[in-house]
């Protein structure tokens, strides 16, 4: 008997928890002005638990009814009580509540309010966004709430500047001095059109020049943000003209082949990761986000293979004639893309970046580092460090070292220059190939992928200096960077011209580029 009783409390303290809204308060939140309405919701929010947000969300969906002073929810195909949840029939000539565009943004805000007590990190944040965006100083008493029982550092600073914000709006001056000064430190894009906003508005002197001061404050630090971004930008982007210059730097710089398909074996190597990532989707999509580690010696091999007949098959009869090996690989570019186009169609095909390169680094309020870029410019520094170590410190670097300073005393000494020729020729397609793997994760995959960046690569690996890789780096940095500034100033497009005319002026002045041109095509 005693069990008994103790069950009927515990499933009435369990009823009266799940429907705590009141039939007052029903019809408040669903009756009436909107201005009563909204009063009625912001009372509802700060004591909000499981059946208001769900009635609010209702609300939000148009799933409400109401005829005379009764309220029915929608539930599916059928109606219940808000207050009970006990099913009741529809009448036929019940009406839909109307909405209007304030009574829906005070919907959007109410539900991102409660979501502030979210157990999920993700939720919360999103609600804190959503409420800076239409800071509602009716939303502070549970603003204050959630920012003392806040425990995550990052959302906390962001409930900290969202209270700075609401705090802008009171009628205490020491209130909105306080928020001045906690605004100043928040670097926030966000931040500044709340100040702006309110220096409109403001009637008192001395809370006008604390929300100026705030004002520069932030906009210097948004100001540092934007030039680190474009920095970053440019490292970004000079990481992979880097990989794309690398192959050439040998093909060319080293070997004296203007190779014009140098932008198609990048292409290989790009459509060589999309079949990667075709295998493991259909044969091991347990696995996805790994597929980028098999792909990157797939598309070398693929590349290099592609390269190495290539070589065999036109460009050993073409050495020392560098017109000719233009007009060839021009030739070559051109049925590579025809190819491509015929296997895999004129479309481009997606790539998709694995789970671990998505999203990205937050280093300040304004910037963010993409993880994929992150990636890309760590893969461009061990390629380059690759290749150094390649042609540096092994045999075949010694080979091809040698081959291409005089080939006749190398032969005298026994190489085997026309091996070296291939093996030479085939590593600067196949690193071609990596640069192709890395700028699938960034961009589009398509036949003329190649096309956007066999310019850049030549401007790369002449400006560094033929045939040198350090200058190779100096060259592909410094033009990423250079580019990414004059991207802010000018556009895209006059930066591009305007980065061309300076390369011509240096060109003019150096003719050798930053490092002195050592090669075969020097001796021509």
Not at 39 to 65: C, G, H, M, P
Request: proline share 3%; hydrophobic share 50%.
């Amino acid at each position: 008997m005693l069990i008994r009783q103790l069950l009927i409390a515990a499933t009435l303290l369990v009823a009266g928890h799940a429907y705590a809204l009141s039939a007052d308060e029903v019809k408040g939140l669903a009756i009436g002005e909107t201005e009563t309405r909204i009063e009625a919701l912001n009372k509802a929010v700060v004591s909000a638990d499981d059946k208001t947000v769900a009635f609010i969300q209702a609300l939000s969906d148009d799933q409400v009814k109401t005829l005379g002073d009764k309220v029915f929810l929608l539930q599916g195909d059928k109606a219940v009580d808000p207050i009970t949840g006990a099913d009741v029939a529809l009448p036929a000539d019940a009406e839909d509540i109307i909405n209007n565009n304030q009574m829906r943004s005070e919907l959007d805000n109410a539900l991102a309010a409660v979501k502030l007590f979210s157990k999920d990190d993700k939720l919360r944040a999103a609600a804190v966004k959503t409420l800076l965006a239409e800071p509602d100083e009716n939303k502070l008493a549970l603003v204050e709430k959630a920012f003392a029982a806040e425990t995550n550092p990052a959302i906390k600073d962001q409930l900290g500047l969202l209270r700075g914000a609401l705090l802008l709006g009171s009628t205490d001056k020491a209130r909105r001095l306080e928020a001045a000064t906690t605004l100043a430190n928040s670097g926030n894009p966000s931040t500044k059109t709340v100040l702006l906003a309110r220096l409109t508005l403001e009637p008192d002197a001395d809370v006008k020049v604390a929300l100026n001061a705030a004002l520069a404050k932030v906009e210097a630090s948004l100001a540092w943000g934007d030039k680190l971004g474009a920095i970053f930008s440019g490292i970004s982007l000079g990481s992979i003209l880097l990989l794309v210059a690398l192959g050439l730097a040998i093909t060319y710089g080293l070997m004296g082949v203007i190779n014009m398909a140098h932008g198609e074996l990048m292409m290989i190597g790009a459509y060589a990761t999309y079949l990667v990532q075709t295998v493991f989707l259909k044969y091991l999509p347990g696995a996805f986000d790994w597929y980028l580690l098999a792909a990157v010696p797939v598309s070398f091999l693929a590349s290099a293979l592609v390269g190495a007949a290539l070589e065999r098959s036109v460009l050993r009869f073409l050495y020392g004639r560098p017109l000719e090996t233009l007009l060839a690989t021009w030739g070559i570019s051109l049925m590579l893309q025809q190819g491509v186009r015929s296997l895999f169609g004129a479309q481009n095909v997606g790539v998709e970046n694995p789970v671990w390169m998505s999203g990205g680094l937050q280093v300040m309020a304004n910037l963010s580092l993409p993880y994929n870029r992150i990636v890309i410019i760590a893969f461009a520094v061990a390629v380059l460090l690759g290749v150094g170590w390649l042609i540096g410190k092994t045999r075949l670097g010694l080979f091809v070292r040698g081959v291409t300073q005089n080939r006749p005393i190398a032969s005298c000494m026994g190489v085997n220059t026309a091996r070296i020729d291939t093996y030479a020729f085939a590593l600067g397609s196949g690193i071609a190939g990596l640069a192709g793997c890395a700028l699938s994760q960034v961009g589009n995959v398509g036949p003329d992928l190649g096309q956007g960046y066999i310019v850049d690569a030549f401007m790369v690996v002449v400006l560094g200096g033929v045939g040198q890789l350090a200058g190779t780096v100096y060259a592909a940095m410094g033009l990423g960077i250079l580019n990414k500034f004059l991207e802010g100033w000018t556009g895209a497009v006059l930066a591009k011209i305007a980065v061309l005319v300076l390369i011509i002026i240096f060109i003019q002045k150096r003719p050798q580029g930053i490092f002195a041109m050592k090669g075969r095509s020097a001796e021509a």
